[in-house]
């Protein structure tokens, strides 16, 4: 895949937001991000037609705009949708079969540990998402922050594969993380909760252009 699509990667369900997700997903489309993730999960996600509607104008809103729409975790949707690719953790499906499934589309694995990213190179992932980082209140069973040591131990070892780092990220961290060897940022709550959501979009780009500037 092109490590570049990894650069501002927005994720997002109805649950990391306060009002409406779909201006938020428009305005983080109109400034800047270069990926998205639906990720309907946790307590006050959506269920039944709501969820499959809602997954369905993410991504019209995605296709008006050119970016690659990607789903969390639900293959069966992934696949009605022809989604353009699918993002999968260490407890949910397994990526193997994940990538049986789809064997064209984009392949994202979330790893923690040198040997879980093994196997998601061996079981065919195109990306991996190294997190958290810093502290996340997006995700209620994220591990403990662990910094950047495994993200620049993983990108040292393999540096051909794409890596995004994930979780507590805001624009200012930008440079850092890919001085450490990732290609892009995913973010969530940094996003969907600002009071002023393109801006804060620009902001990440901004500092992704900061970085490769100075290469
Ligand atoms: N996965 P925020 S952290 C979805 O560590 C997700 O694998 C993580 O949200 C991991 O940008 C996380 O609001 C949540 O911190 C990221």
Same mark, same amino acid.
């Given at each position: 895949?092109?490590?570049q699509l %990894?650069?501002t990667?927005?994720?997002m369900? @109805? !649950?990391?937001?306060v009002?409406d997700?779909? $201006?938020?997903?428009?305005?983080a489309?109109q400034?800047?991000?270069? %990926?998205f !993730?639906?990720? =309907?999960?946790?307590?006050?996600?959506l269920?039944?037609?709501?969820?499959?509607? $809602?997954?369905k104008d993410? #991504?019209?809103?995605?296709k008006?705009y050119?970016?690659?729409?990607?789903?969390?975790?639900?293959? =069966?949707?992934?696949?009605?949708l022809?989604?353009?690719?699918?993002h999968?953790?260490?407890?949910?499906?397994?990526a193997?079969?994940?990538? =049986?499934?789809?064997?064209?589309?984009?392949?994202? /694995? @979330? /790893?923690?540990?040198?040997?879980e990213l093994?196997?998601a190179?061996?079981?065919g992932?195109?990306?991996?998402?190294i997190?958290?980082?810093?502290s996340?209140q997006?995700?209620?069973d994220?591990?403990?922050?662990?910094?950047?040591?495994?993200?620049t131990?993983a990108? #040292? @070892?393999i540096?051909?594969?794409?890596? /995004?780092a994930?979780?507590?990220i !805001?624009?200012?961290?930008v440079?850092? %993380?890919?001085q450490?060897?990732?290609?892009?940022? @995913?973010?969530?709550?940094a996003?969907?909760k600002a009071?002023?959501p393109?801006?804060v979009?620009?902001? $990440?780009r901004?500092?992704?252009?900061r $970085?490769?500037?100075? %290469?």
């Amino acid at each position: 895949m092109n490590k570049q699509l %990894l650069e501002t990667y927005f994720i997002m369900g @109805s !649950q990391d937001v306060v009002g409406d997700p779909l $201006f938020v997903l428009e305005a983080a489309l109109q400034n800047g991000i270069t %990926l998205f !993730q639906w990720r =309907e999960k946790g307590e006050q996600c959506l269920t039944g037609d709501a969820y499959v509607q $809602f997954t369905k104008d993410c #991504q019209t809103l995605c296709k008006r705009y050119d970016i690659p729409f990607i789903v969390n975790d639900d293959v =069966e949707l992934a696949i009605r949708l022809n989604a353009d690719g699918i993002h999968v953790g260490q407890d949910d499906v397994d990526a193997k079969k994940v990538r =049986e499934q789809l064997p064209h589309k984009i392949l994202g /694995v @979330s /790893v923690h540990t040198q040997d879980e990213l093994q196997r998601a190179i061996q079981d065919g992932a195109d990306y991996v998402g190294i997190g958290p980082i810093f502290s996340t209140q997006s995700k209620k069973d994220a591990k403990k922050p662990a910094g950047t040591t495994f993200l620049t131990e993983a990108a #040292q @070892s393999i540096p051909t594969l794409p890596i /995004v780092a994930i979780g507590g990220i !805001q624009p200012e961290h930008v440079y850092d %993380l890919r001085q450490a060897g990732a290609d892009g940022v @995913s973010i969530i709550s940094a996003i969907s909760k600002a009071e002023n959501p393109g801006e804060v979009t620009q902001a $990440f780009r901004k500092e992704n252009e900061r $970085f490769l500037q100075q %290469l």
